[in-house]
């Protein structure tokens, strides 16, 4: 049996490692808000046969001085382009001019408007704090719900302490995933959208629930063991349900892989977050959350 709980100051070292890498992320280059946060418009394109080059793209649409242009491929003859919101008609026009694009040996080439998406700086700032509170509520009733469920085991640990040790491993997920996408929109300028927000949501749940099985073994075993130490069983119950936690992330692993290899360009974002998510909340309800209970037992 691994002595999980005996080795916490390794987990709890590398773990503050990551959060304070990621919190100083966070501070000096914050997060790439897509427009759904931001306010603008999106409109993605794609060409029967071949799209033209980045640079004839921006070439053409130059004479409308769009603010904030950003032109991103997608798949093979796709293009997500990004700016500043504009009337219909300039849409329209924005049309036109693309269809205008010349290719060498290539004829009728006409392109196809796949989707428009057109969202004011006063909505994308409503989502942000909507995205905000959600997390917020759903962190504050997931407190309440463990401290309810774990309402008969009082002793050697109160129940609202199971809640606040499930609480502070889900903020490590939060903060890491969010910190891993601050350098990427730093590095890479991946934008963070309403998705990625849902993401967050899935991450939190998927990995509160591995954590409240940890938990319930623990509960389990303080009345089959009252012989045995509080820190002997709950590495017992660590121990009982690794093997579970981890096929179960691993089966769940290969779901988002496949997707995120296979799927369309715009979810990509999202099943990254997924499988970053993963990754992380399976190691802290493992290495975090548990012997945060040890933690707590020592203090008191």
């Known amino acids: 049996m ?43 394109v794609s060409y029967p046969q071949t799209r033209p080059a980045t640079h004839q793209i921006e070439e053409a649409l130059a004479e409308f001085e769009l603010q ?68 917020i509520i759903v962190l504050i009733f997931i407190v309440l719900y463990i401290a309810y469920a774990f309402r008969k085991v009082s002793k050697p640990v109160a129940s609202w302490k199971y809640g606040l040790s499930a609480i502070i491993a889900l903020v490590h997920d939060i903060l890491i995933v969010t910190g891993i996408f601050s350098a990427l929109g730093f590095f890479l300028k991946i934008e963070v959208d309403s998705l990625f927000v849902t993401a967050l949501l899935t991450i939190l749940g998927f990995s509160v629930h591995d954590t409240i099985v940890t938990f319930d073994r623990t509960r389990e075993n303080l009345f089959k063991n009252p012989d045995k130490s509080f820190n002997d069983i709950v590495n017992i119950s660590v121990n009982q349900t690794i093997v579970r936690s981890i096929n179960t992330s691993v089966t769940t692993l290969f779901v988002l892989l496949s997707i995120y290899i296979f799927g369309g360009a715009s979810i990509k974002n999202f099943v990254l977050a997924l499988i970053l998510g993963v990754i992380i909340g399976t190691y802290s309800s493992i290495f975090i959350a548990s012997p945060l209970l040890a933690i707590w037992r020592k203090s008191k």
């Open 2 to 44: 691994y002595n999980i709980i005996g080795k916490k100051k390794i987990w709890f070292t590398f773990s503050g490692i990551l959060v304070v890498l990621s919190i100083i992320a966070l501070l000096f280059w914050g997060l790439r808000f897509g427009i759904d946060f931001t306010g603008g418009s999106l409109l993605e």
């Open 68 to 135: 904030s242009l950003r032109i991103q491929p997608s798949d093979q003859n796709e293009y997500l382009l990004r700016f500043d919101n504009v009337d219909e008609a300039t849409h329209q026009s924005i049309l036109q001019k693309l269809n205008t694009i010349e290719l060498e040996g290539i004829e009728d080439n006409a392109i196809l408007e796949n989707r428009f998406e057109s969202i004011g700086p006063i909505i994308g700032s409503e989502l942000k704090s909507k995205a905000i509170e959600s997390i």
